[in-house]
């Protein structure tokens, strides 16, 4: 199911947990990073390697807005929406976002650059409002800042 190197990273981190279903999180990364995002296969596979029923790595699958069920873009733009974000202008980086890139949320540009999702607190609640770029963080956002991550990214 994953590359030699990824079966191999799942087996070792597989031995890091006392019961295996703790390794779903891990799991999960390896088969987005495999594939770019998770497939029916990934969750199947997991399930069986980790004793899980489907439906349990679906639940979690589904649960954290890290993981994508489908094709995303290069680089995933997540905006925080949730209270104080939102109170600080996180609508209007939405918006910003969209007339820029043309796209709404939870879609993808059609040159498969960005994807573009709201989210629940990134946990940077005292520097909103916050933009996840992939695995970066970006405090204190604005439609400025906002075009500057967006230029300096190729
Ligand atoms: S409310 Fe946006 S980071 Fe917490």
């Known amino acids: 199911m994953f590359s030699q190197a990824n079966e191999t990273k799942l087996n070792e981190i597989i031995t890091h947990y006392p019961v295996k279903r703790s390794a779903v999180l891990p799991a999960l990364y390896i088969a987005q990073e495999e594939h770019g995002y998770v497939t029916d296969d990934d969750v ?90 992939n695995f970066d963080y970006h405090e204190k956002v604005t439609t400025g800042s906002v075009d500057d991550i967006i230029n300096k990214l190729s």
């Open 44 to 133: 199947r596979y997991i399930a069986e390697r980790l004793d899980m029923r489907v439906n349990e790595v679906e639940e979690v699958v589904t649960f954290y807005t890290m993981y994508s069920r489908q094709p995303i873009g290069k680089y995933k733009l997540q905006v925080c929406r949730t209270l104080s974000c939102m109170l600080l202008g996180a609508e209007q980086i939405t918006e910003h976002l969209e007339h820029k890139l043309g796209i709404g949320v939870g879609e993808t540009t059609t040159d498969g650059r960005f994807t573009l999702q709201e989210v629940e607190c990134l946990g940077y609640c005292d520097l909103a409002p916050c933009l996840q770029v």
